[in-house]
């Protein structure tokens, strides 16, 4: 298995406050993902890295932000959670690029509930 | 817009009978395309891909078929086992954006001994 831990595995928070998760991986991999997991739209990328300090959007960005300082960690933080944000994240990362595609390897996720 | 999608939430097999799960897409510029395979309080794991130039890839039970003119394939698990019982995602990938997967909602197999 690809070595991508996330944490927390789980979080209750309450609305209106900050809440960062965590990816860590150990495979040296370029890029990095965040995507969410809600009941009858499977997996959509929120924000990406391609190298550090190197990340851009995806398809459901608003209401997030990441950083990635160091190769081996994704940060994605919700400024001000909100209700609609509760959902299960998942990480992942690839040695894809643009032009080259490799598989995606995926942590165990990470189950947020907002209150 | 979904520009993947498995319109059948769920599927019931009986096991050693074949289970077929289906995906279409909209966006012709997907060349490659993947399924993965969830289990319960997991990620997704990959388990099999297929290239636009092919029709057809095996491996082991697994199959997936590509029809490029109807944007449509399958996913082919002969004989099904109970241990197959997961959420099955379609996901395709576009040339020169292989960075980018675009998921589609998945599909819920169960396999009843």
């Known amino acids: 298995d690809a070595g991508i831990t996330q944490s927390p595995r789980h979080k209750v928070t309450e609305t209106g406050t900050p809440v960062t998760l965590r990816c860590h991986q150990t495979e040296n991999h370029r890029y990095m993902y965040w995507y969410r997991q809600d009941p009858g739209h499977g997996l959509r990328l929120i924000h990406y890295?391609?190298?550090?300090?190197?990340?851009d959007k995806g398809e459901v960005s608003d209401g997030y932000s990441v950083s990635r300082s160091k190769t081996e960690d994704f940060l994605l933080t919700l400024e001000s959670a909100t209700s609609s944000q509760t959902s299960v994240y998942f990480c992942a990362i690839s040695e894809s690029s643009a032009d080259s595609n490799q598989p995606q390897h995926f942590g165990d996720g990470t189950r947020l509930s907002i209150l | 817009d979904q520009q993947v999608k498995q319109n059948s939430p769920s599927l019931s097999v009986q096991e050693g009978r074949i289970s077929i799960l289906n995906c279409d897409y909209t966006?012709?510029?997907?060349?490659?395309f993947l399924w993965y395979k969830k289990y319960p309080a997991e990620g997704p794991t990959f388990l099999i891909s297929?290239?636009?130039?092919?029709d057809k890839n095996e491996d082991g039970r697994f199959t997936v078929f590509l029809n490029k003119s109807a944007k449509h394939l399958s996913l082919h698990i002969v004989p099904s086992q109970p241990g197959d019982s997961a959420v099955y995602f379609c996901?395709?990938?576009?040339?020169?954006?292989?960075?980018?997967?675009?998921f589609g909602p998945g599909t819920s197999l169960s396999v009843i001994p």
């Open positions: 966006n012709s510029m997907f060349d490659y």
């Open positions: 890295s391609y190298g550090v300090k190197d990340t």
């Open positions: 297929i290239s636009s130039i092919k």
């Open positions: 996901a395709a990938q576009a040339e020169t954006s292989y960075d980018k997967v675009i």
